[in-house]
């Protein structure tokens, strides 16, 4: 399981430049090195902001999964699933989709929502992805 992931920004060209600038001088190994420095920076000035909205909306924070086992369970329960998360939320690939829309009473996840298309696919048009 993957604890990153990639992503594409757009920069102007003056701040590129300036990017590469600070790079060249020393300041950072590489522009990654430079653009993750910026993120936490601003992940700093909202710890507050960030960690009320975790608190109000009760997200578990870290990683989570639930296995065919915890899907089977809660089906025999005739429980549902709810997840609310800040992290990553893995479903695996042995869940079948038939399986994953009967118990899965919704999904949110603020990071890494891994799972095989088929089933993410399925999720969203029944809209249980949130």
Do not use: C
Not at 44 to 56: G, M, N, Y
Not at 104 to 111: A, H, W
């Amino acid at each position: 399981m993957t604890d990153t992931e990639k992503i594409t920004i757009n920069l102007g060209a003056i701040d590129l430049g300036k990017v590469d600038l600070l790079v060249e001088q020393g300041h950072y190994s590489n522009r990654t090195d430079f653009i993750r420095s910026a993120i936490r920076s601003q992940l700093d000035k909202h710890v507050v902001e960030v960690q009320q909205a975790i608190t109000r909306h009760s997200f578990g924070v870290g990683a989570f999964f639930h296995s065919i086992k915890d899907f089977e369970r809660y089906k025999s329960k005739s429980e549902k699933i709810k997840v609310d998360v800040l992290g990553v939320y893995r479903i695996p690939d042995d869940v079948p989709v038939s399986l994953a829309l009967e118990v899965v009473e919704s999904i949110k996840v603020f990071g890494i929502f891994n799972v095989r298309t088929e089933l993410k696919d399925a999720l969203t048009k029944a809209g249980k992805i949130l």
